[in-house]
């Protein structure tokens, strides 16, 4: 995914399957991590143990720190989570498996 250009894919064998999507980071205060990371764990109704019970659905954490895809606004910045529209983060969800490679650049 681009940060700067708010866009997101998944590939597969190098080849886009899907996107671009449009994402919505972490803000300047709680940045999204730059980097190479992998799909640690998923959770289809997960809601946020630090913020109010927020519901996250179609949550795929890839970062320390509880940072993942998922379902939410595409007006306001994360907690450093990447957001995604509900359809494409239920296409993210099902396409990301646990040790899926995820890249994030700035």
Sequence with gaps: MS????L??????GAVTDGPVRIE????EMPTPVGLFHV?????????????D???PNSVFFAAGGIA???G????????????SDADS???????????RVQVVA
């Design 8 to 13: 997101a894919w998944l590939l597969r064998d």
């Design 40 to 52: 640690e764990w998923k959770d289809r109704e997960h809601y946020s143990s630090e913020y109010n």
């Design 3 to 6: 940060l700067s250009r708010k």
């Design 25 to 28: 980071p972490g803000g300047p």
């Design 69 to 71: 895809f998922h379902a």
């Design 54 to 56: 927020d519901p996250m």
């Design 90 to 100: 239920a296409r993210f969800f099902d396409a990301l498996g646990v040790g899926a």
């Design 73 to 84: 606004s595409l007006e306001k910045s994360s907690h450093g989570c990447v957001h995604l």
